[in-house]
Nanobody
Framework: QVHVAESGGGLVQPGGSLKLSCAAS?????????MSWYRQAPGKEREFVAR???????DYGDSMKGRITISRDIAKKTFYLQINDLKADDTAVYYC?????????WGPGTQVTVSS
């Protein structure tokens, strides 16, 4: 089983930056072979943000492309989402999803609020 926990959210002013983290743990966490970030704004459906598959490279959704970078520290089983030039429309709960040969797992999410 794998456990997932996001962190790094908070209140930030428009134009600011945040780096979100996704930490994985558990017996099967070593078998993670892909991860992705999603977000869900109030009243909206969950939206794909970015994905990183170990067999390929990063893949970014259109909504935030150009302002985000995903990365990973395999040894720490931690994945990151760097968001720059934050806008009010970026206000959402950001979720991490990890994939293993045994299935996928979502984290509980971290709130990002962009406001002056």
């Amino acid at each position: 089983q794998v456990h997932v926990a996001e962190s790094g959210g908070g209140l930030v002013q428009p134009g600011g930056s945040l780096k979100l983290s996704c930490a994985a743990s558990g017996r099967t966490s070593a078998s993670i072979n892909a991860m992705s970030w999603y977000r869900q704004a109030p009243g909206k459906e969950r939206e794909f943000v970015a994905r990183f598959h170990w067999g390929g490279g990063p893949d970014y959704g259109d909504s935030m492309k150009g302002r985000i970078t995903i990365s990973r520290d395999i040894a720490k089983k931690t994945f990151y989402l760097q968001i720059n030039d934050l806008k009010a429309d970026d206000t959402a709960v950001y979720y991490c999803r990890v994939y293993t040969p045994y299935g996928d797992r979502w984290g509980p999410g971290t709130q990002v609020t962009v406001s002056s």
